[in-house]
């Protein structure tokens, strides 16, 4: 009789085959750990479904979900999981070896925690020349550990759930939402409990050039917009924020010189010049919106892309 599965693996998916591809090589090579999981890959209206990129991994399946999103994925993948952990992994993230076994005995050893958030690192396209966006990510872009212990979520990028929890919370929100920062934090106003696993480790690519970057932003900011308009004082508090958003590089300075995120000088020099660039950028979406409103274009935009 097989051994019962420990852990179902979510992935959503749209049209980026390679990077599935490397992510699967890397989930089917923990099964070294003897483990046993399973992987879901749901697919969000690619071109063409990615099963050749999911061959010859081991047991895979592969699904489809029609309703635009990230969250609509996730959701089906959950609804079809056995196990009774669910791992949430981005199809352009690479487990680092041991992601499943961490991931397991973690939750074997902690039955009072019920869901978790690994570290989530950069990728680097050549480690001994970081690029200034590179640098600037490494620092800012994914600081796992503060959206767990600080604000009571998880990337869903590096995310798992016991199952019994997850179908209490109930499911992600879809594409207009930040899917993983509203259902973190509803589970955790719920009474359940979060930790930070570091051991649980996952690798993504960093942006490719500033205007990427600057369209992810531009998603935050107006959803975050979104959560003031039209309330007299919650504007004046946004006016005083796109301030403190332009005028912030000053003051992470010091943090930028201080990470052990980076190392050299050079690529500190090159993150606080990114820094600098996306703040400033941040600040004019902000003041912008503040003036005109329209924030869905920017989440449009946003989503026009990744089709």
């Given at each position: 009789?097989?051994?019962?599965?420990?852990?179902?693996?979510?992935?959503?998916?749209?049209?980026?085959?390679?990077?599935?591809?490397?992510?699967?090589?890397?989930?089917?090579?923990?099964?070294?750990?003897?483990?046993?999981?399973?992987?879901?890959?749901?697919?969000?209206?690619?071109?063409?479904?990615?099963?050749?990129?999911?061959?010859?991994?081991?047991?895979?399946?592969?699904e489809?979900?029609?309703?635009?999103?990230p969250?609509?994925?996730?959701?089906?993948?959950?609804?079809?999981?056995?196990?009774?952990?669910?791992?949430?992994?981005?199809?352009?993230?690479?487990?680092?070896?041991?992601?499943?076994?961490?991931?397991?005995?973690?939750?074997?050893?902690?039955?009072d925690?019920?869901?978790?958030?690994?570290?989530?690192?950069?990728?680097?396209?050549?480690?001994?020349?970081p690029?200034?966006?590179?640098?600037?990510?490494?620092?800012?872009?994914?600081?796992?550990?503060?959206?767990?212990?600080?604000?009571?979520?998880a990337?869903?990028?590096?995310?798992?759930?016991?199952?019994?929890?997850?179908?209490?919370?109930?499911?992600?929100?879809?594409?207009?939402?930040?899917?993983?920062?509203e259902?973190?934090q509803r589970a955790?106003?719920?009474?359940?409990?979060?930790?930070?696993?570091?051991?649980?480790?996952?690798?993504?690519?960093?942006?490719?050039?500033?205007?990427?970057?600057?369209?992810?932003?531009?998603?935050?900011?107006?959803?975050?917009?979104?959560?003031?308009?039209?309330?007299?004082?919650?504007?004046?508090?946004?006016?005083?924020?796109?301030?403190?958003?332009?005028?912030?590089?000053?003051?992470?300075?010091?943090?930028?010189?201080r990470?052990?995120?980076?190392?050299?000088?050079?690529?500190?020099?090159?993150?606080?010049?990114?820094?600098?660039?996306?703040?400033?950028?941040?600040?004019?979406?902000?003041?912008?919106?503040?003036?005109?409103?329209?924030s869905?274009?920017?989440?449009?935009?946003?989503?026009?892309?990744?089709?």
């Amino acid at each position: 009789m097989d051994d019962p599965l420990q852990l179902s693996v979510i992935i959503p998916h749209l049209n980026e085959p390679d990077d599935l591809r490397r992510c699967l090589l890397s989930l089917n090579a923990q099964h070294a750990d003897g483990i046993p999981f399973e992987i879901i890959v749901v697919d969000n209206g690619s071109t063409e479904m990615p099963a050749a990129a999911c061959s010859h991994i081991q047991n895979l399946r592969l699904e489809r979900e029609i309703l635009p999103g990230p969250g609509p994925a996730r959701n089906l993948g959950a609804s079809l999981a056995r196990a009774e952990i669910l791992a949430f992994i981005d199809s352009d993230c690479i487990a680092q070896p041991g992601w499943v076994r961490a991931v397991v005995g973690y939750m074997a050893r902690n039955p009072d925690i019920d869901l978790i958030g690994g570290e989530i690192g950069v990728l680097l396209d050549n480690p001994a020349c970081p690029s200034a966006i590179e640098s600037y990510e490494n620092i800012y872009s994914y600081r796992a550990r503060v959206y767990v212990e600080r604000y009571g979520f998880a990337a869903t990028g590096n995310m798992a759930v016991r199952a019994r929890v997850f179908q209490s919370v109930g499911p992600f929100g879809g594409i207009a939402t930040m899917e993983d920062t509203e259902w973190g934090q509803r589970a955790t106003s719920l009474g359940y409990r979060i930790a930070f696993l570091p051991e649980a480790r996952v690798l993504t690519p960093s942006c490719k050039s500033f205007a990427e970057l600057a369209r992810r932003w531009d998603r935050h900011v107006a959803h975050e917009y979104g959560k003031v308009a039209g309330r007299r004082k919650a504007m004046l508090r946004w006016f005083v924020g796109c301030a403190i958003v332009v005028a912030s590089p000053l003051a992470e300075s010091i943090k930028i010189m201080r990470t052990d995120r980076v190392s050299g000088m050079r690529n500190r020099l090159l993150a606080m010049v990114c820094l600098t660039r996306i703040r400033l950028h941040r600040g004019r979406r902000m003041f912008d919106l503040a003036l005109r409103g329209g924030s869905s274009r920017f989440v449009e935009n946003w989503n026009r892309e990744r089709s």
